[in-house]
C-alpha cells in the first residue's frame, strides 16, 4: 500500500493524493481477493489428496481388510475437522502466544482478522488431517477402530498443532518467520512441512507399529521377511496420482499468496516462486521414481510399480522443505538421495523385523528427515531472501551460508522425534496396555472386513437371480465336440 501511494502520487499532481489513495484501497483489495482465492484452492488440492490416501492404503492391504482401512481415512478427515476446528488452530497459531503453544482463537474465535481468514483454516487442517493419514498406513491390518479414533484426535487437535507452532507461527521459538531471536540467527526453513507433517506422521506411526508388533504372517519362524502384498496395484497407482496432484497445493500453495511483488532479485513476482516451487517438486519426485525403479531392479530383479510409486511419494516428501528455497538442479539431487533413504530404511525395517503395510515410516519419516538435512545444505542465499524477507540471511552450507541453518535443521528433527515419541508413544502403550490397541488373533486371521465392518468391500459373485424367483436353472456343462464321421 505505501509503495503503491509513493509510486502512483506523483503522477496524479499534489491534488491527485485522494485519488492515489481510493486507487490503492482498490488494488490492496483485490490482492486480498486474489490470495484468499488462490489459498482456497490450494486447499482444495491438498484435501483431495485425502482420496488419494484413501487409494494408496486400500491398494496397498490384503482385500480383506480394505473397508476398514478407507473408513479410517474418512474418519482422518471427520475426526480431525473436529479437533483442528476446537483446538487445533489456536494451538498452532492463536497469536498472542508463547514460544511453545498457541493461546487464542479457539473455535475460530476472532476469524477473520487481519493476521488470518477461513481460508488460512481450511489449508491447515488439510495439513493436519493429512499427517494422521500417514500414521493410519503403519499401523493398517491390525488395529482396533477405537485407536484409530483416539490416536486421530490427539494427534489432529495437539500433537500436529504444537508443532506447527514451533516452526511456522511468526512467534514459535525456531520459526523463520520471526522477527528477532531467530534460531542460531537463523530459524528453521521447513516450507512445506518435511519435518512438520512428515516426520510427525512418520514417527507417530513408527511408535504405533512398533508396540503393536508386525501382522501375523509377516516373518516366519525363522525371522525371514515373507511379502504380504497388498491386493490391488491398480489402487496404488491411482492413490499415487491423486497425490502427486495434491502435492501442488501441498508445496506451491504454502506460500499462502501470490499476488506479492518482489523488491529485489530476479523475479517479477511471487507468482514466479510458486511455479519454481511446482518445478522442484515435480523433478524431485520424477528422479526418485527412476532411481527406485532401477535401484530395485539392481537388488531384485523386477520392475515393481508398487516401489517405483513409494520412491515418487518419498521424493515428494523429502522435497518438501526446501522446495520453494532451492534451485531445480538441486531437486534432482533431493530426489536421487530420497529413493536411496528409502530402500536403505526398508532394509534396515526387515533386518529389526518391522512391519509397515505401506512403508510410511519408511518413506515420510526417513524420507523427510533426509528433506529437512537437504534444506540446510542446498538453501540458496537469493531465494532465501526472496521467500524470507527481512530474515537474516542463512542459506545452505553446501552454497557457502555456514552452518547455522544446517545446525537449526539438525535441531528440528531432534525435537520432532523426541516430541511426538513422548506424546504419542506415550498415548500407543497405553492403549496397548488397556487393550485398546490391536484385535484379536481371530479377527486378524478373518480380516476386519468381515468381522468389524460388516462384510467384504467387494462382492466376488452375485446372487442368482432365478433362485430368488423359486426357478432352478439346471447348469449347462461344456463337452467336447464329437469327431465327425
Known amino acids: 500500500m505505501t509503495t ?16 492515489a489513495d481510493y486507487i490503492c484501497r482498490k488494488f490492496s483489495d483485490a490482492s486480498y481477493a486474489v490470495d484468499n482465492t488462490y489459498l482456497l484452492f490450494s486447499a482444495y488440492l ?11 492404503c486400500a491398494g496397498s492391504v490384503r482385500a480383506k481388510n480394505t473397508m476398514n482401512i478407507m473408513l479410517t481415512n474418512v474418519l482422518d478427515a471427520a475426526t480431525g475437522g473436529l479437533f483442528y476446528y476446537l483446538f487445533g488452530f489456536a494451538f498452532a497459531f492463536g497469536s498472542p502466544s508463547n514460544g511453545f503453544i498457541g493461546r487464542h482463537n479457539f473455535a475460530l474465535e476472532s476469524i477473520p482478522s487481519s493476521s488470518f481468514d477461513y481460508s488460512n483454516f481450511l489449508y491447515q487442517w488439510a ?18 477402530f477405537v485407536a484409530y479414533l483416539i490416536y486421530s484426535s490427539f494427534l489432529t487437535g495437539f500433537v500436529y498443532p504444537v508443532v506447527s507452532h514451533w516452526f511456522w507461527a511468526t512467534d514459535g521459538w525456531a520459526s523463520a518467520l520471526r522477527t528477532d531471536d531467530f534460531l542460531f540467527g537463523s530459524g528453521v526453513i521447513d516450507f512445506a512441512g ?51 496432484f495434491g502435492w501442488y497445493g501441498f508445496n506451491p500453495g504454502s506460500f499462502n499468496k501470490i499476488s506479492s511483488f518482489y523488491t529485489s532479485g530476479e523475479y517479477y513476482g511471487q507468482w514466479s516462486a510458486v511455479g519454481r516451487t511446482a518445478v522442484t517438486t515435480t523433478l524431485a519426485g520424477c528422479t526418485a521414481a ?129 516430541w511426538v515419541s513422548a506424546t504419542m508413544g506415550t498415548l500407543f502403550y497405553f492403549l496397548h496396555k488397556f487393550g485398546l490397541l490391536r484385535i484379536s488373533v481371530e479377527d486378524e486371521m478373518a480380516g476386519m472386513d468381515l468381522t468389524r465392518h460388516g462384510g467384504l468391500a467387494y462382492v466376488y459373485h452375485d446372487e442368482d437371480e432365478s433362485q430368488k424367483n423359486g426357478i432352478q436353472m439346471r447348469k449347462i456343462e461344456s463337452f467336447p465336440t464329437p469327431p465327425s464321421v
Open 290 to 418: 527412476l532411481t527406485t525403479l532401477f535401484g530395485k531392479r539392481i537388488l531384485t530383479g523386477h520392475w515393481n510399480v508398487t516401489d517405483v510409486c513409494n520412491g515418487l511419494l518419498g521424493g515428494f516428501a523429502a522435497i518438501t522443505s526446501g522446495c520453494s528455497v532451492v534451485e531445480p538442479w538441486a531437486a534432482i539431487i533431493c530426489g536421487f538421495v530420497a529413493a536411496l533413504v528409502l530402500i536403505g530404511c526398508n532394509k534396515l525395517a526387515e533386518k529389526v523385523k518391522y512391519d509397515d503395510p505401506l512403508e510410511a515410516a519408511q518413506l515420510h519419516g526417513g524420507c523427510g528427515a533426509w528433506g529437512v538435512i537437504f534444506t540446510g545444505l542446498f538453501a540458496s542465499e537469493k531465494l532465501v531472501k526472496q521467500v524470507y524477507p527481512g530474515r537474516p540471511a542463512k542459506y545452505g552450507l553446501f552454497m557457502g551460508g555456514g552452518g547455522k541453518l544446517f545446525a537449526a535443521q539438525i535441531i528440528q528433527i531432534l525435537v520432532i522425534v523426541g
Open 4 to 19: 503503491c501511494l509513493e509510486d502512483l502520487t506523483p503522477l496524479l499532481g499534489v491534488n491527485g493524493t485522494g485519488a
Open 46 to 56: 491438498v484435501f483431495s489428496m485425502q482420496l488419494g490416501f484413501a487409494m494408496l
Open 127 to 144: 495439513f493436519a488431517i493429512a499427517a494422521a493419514g500417514i500414521t493410519s498406513g503403519s499401523i493398517a491390518e491390525r488395529t482396533q
Open 194 to 244: 518435511s519435518g512438520v507433517v512428515h516426520i510427525v506422521g512418520g514417527v507417530a506411526g513408527l511408535w504405533g507399529a512398533l508396540i503393536e508388533g508386525p501382522r501375523i504372517g509377516r516373518f516366519d519362524h525363522t525371522g525371514r521377511s515373507v511379502a504380504l502384498r497388498g491386493h490391488s496395484a491398480t489402487l496404488v497407482v491411482l492413490g499415487t496420482f491423486m497425490l502427486w
